[in-house]
């Protein structure tokens, strides 16, 4: 069963920074990153519970070939995207949001 994804704001904040950060370093870069975290959140509504729990409740798929995870918490009729962060970020960064 597909749920309903649901990104916070600033998870799509999370989202533009990489792209427009990609793009700056080469053309067509960011629509690739874009791609990428497209698939992991098809992946991500479709089979939560294959990515690995990092805390009571919240899970995190990795972005193939960008450094990038993906926060999320499920319920039973949504998902919700807390932060899309560069892994070299301090690992606790999303624990605010």
Do not use: C
């Not at 089979?47 to 805390?55: D, L, S």
């Not at 993906?70 to 949001?97: N, S």
């Amino acid at each position: 069963m597909k749920r309903r994804l649901v990104l916070r704001s600033v998870a799509e904040l999370d989202v533009v920074e990489a792209i427009e950060r990609y793009e700056g370093e080469r053309a067509g870069l960011g629509a690739r990153f874009l791609t990428q975290l497209d698939a992991l959140l098809e992946r991500i509504g479709q089979h939560p519970r294959q990515f690995p729990e990092i805390e009571s409740g919240v899970r995190r798929g990795l972005v193939n070939r960008f450094p990038y995870g993906v926060y999320f918490t499920q319920g039973e009729d949504e998902i919700v995207v807390l932060a899309v962060l560069h892994l070299h970020r301090h690992p606790d960064t999303w624990k605010d949001r």
